[in-house]
């Protein structure tokens, strides 16, 4: 399993970025791909999962109503929408995969690398 973050960049406070994970060589077994991010000196954390065998989404609170996850089959991609961003949404992000959607980063064996949102004016 291969999987490619991309998206990231600079945005100003209230603005909006789409994030996408290109998944390749994805089996089965793998179906759950979940978005974490990590700010300098702050632990990876989980903004959002998404079950691609039966559209089960997960969204933490901090996240609600401003995060959408969803997904491209044809292209094997998992986007994340992110509206009304603020300068604490300031992290690099990655995608991971699993079998099901985690919020412990630890759980998940196959990461990509980062891509990095700055929210700043």
């Known amino acids: 399993v291969q999987l490619q973050a991309s998206g990231g960049g600079l945005v100003q406070p209230g603005g909006s970025l789409r994030l996408s994970c290109a998944a390749s060589g994805f089996t089965l077994n793998r179906p759950a791909i979940g978005w974490f991010r990590q700010a300098p000196g702050k632990e990876r954390e989980a903004v959002s999962c998404?079950?691609?065998?039966?559209?089960?989404?997960y969204y933490p609170d901090f996240v609600k109503g401003r995060f959408t996850i969803s997904k491209d089959n044809a292209r094997s991609i998992v986007y994340l929408q992110m509206n009304n961003l603020t300068p604490e949404d300031t992290a690099v992000y990655f995608c991971a995969a699993h079998s099901s959607c985690y919020s412990d980063p630890a759980m998940y064996t196959y990461w990509g690398q980062g891509t990095l949102v700055t929210v700043s004016s």
């Open positions: 998404l079950s691609t065998n039966n559209d089960i989404t």
